[in-house]
């Protein structure tokens, strides 16, 4: 399994309340950029336009801690780990730093389904993704 994928970025100041501080929610849309930046550095996408079956990736829990506030201007790197890898599932962990201190972390669960008009199916992770999530799809 693939241990850690790393990617820097800015806080900007849409992004942060009234006393310059990043709002908490933003922390999840944080998560979802590095979940993305992860997928397409193995060649890969959340949302397969043209695939079929047509598969989605829904959350089905989400949760994030917070220990040090990030300011407007701080520059972070997160570090995004796949955690756990089930049959249907897939759990992350999201570390945010800076200057090495732990400012907060995610996490996230998410489920392999098909999806069709009005309905969300659970199903598999197909084959070729699993073996690119694990490290054996060829980097």
Known sequence: MRAEFTMRRRVQFAETDMAGVLHFSNYFRYMEEIEHAFWRSLQLTVFPRDADPHLSWPRVATSCEYFVPLRFEDELEM???????GDKSLNYEVEFRRDGERCAVG???LVCCVTRPGSFSPTAIPPAIRAKLEGDGGD
Request: proline letters at 0%; zero cysteines.
């Open 107 to 109: 996490r996230i669960t």
């Open 79 to 85: 570090a995004l780990r796949l955690t756990k890898m």
